[in-house]
């Protein structure tokens, strides 16, 4: 049984490879989130810095973004097999040393700024 789930947990990390750019914490990416209001059904864009990858290459993978809209902190996790994802653009990598960035919570104003990894 547990056979049949890893090979069926191994083709979904190779769609999810497929399908999505490659990102990781640090980086600012675009998410394209459909949204639903009454019968009506929009795309809506969710620019952000990714905190943090969880799960990475498994079926139950998430990652957690983090904005500002009008200088308040929002962040959103997002599961990376969701149907409400439409479309996923990686905007600009960041140079960080870490895979988890909650430090990023605590900062304001300029120590908030990641630098941009030269590609």
Same mark, same amino acid.
């Given at each position: ?59 139950g ?16 996790i ?9 479309? @996923?653009?990686?905007? #600009?990598?960041? &140079?960080?040393?870490? %895979? *988890? @960035?909650f430090?990023? #919570?605590?900062? &304001?104003?300029?120590? %908030? *700024? ?6």
């Open positions: 049984m547990s056979k049949i789930l890893d090979f069926v947990n191994a083709e979904i990390a190779g769609e999810i490879k497929k399908s999505q750019p490659d990102f990781k914490a640090g980086d600012t990416v675009n998410v394209h989130v459909k949204i639903k209001e009454g019968a009506k059904e929009r795309v809506q864009q969710y620019q952000g810095v990714v905190l943090q990858r969880r799960n990475s290459g498994h079926p993978e998430t990652f957690t973004v983090r904005k500002i809209s009008n200088g308040i902190a929002v962040e959103r997002f599961p990376i097999l969701s149907p409400s994802i439409e479309k @996923l653009e990686l905007v #600009r990598r960041g &140079k960080v040393r870490r %895979a *988890r @960035l430090y990023l #919570r605590d900062a &304001k104003g300029k120590s %908030a *700024r990641i630098k941009e990894k030269k590609m």
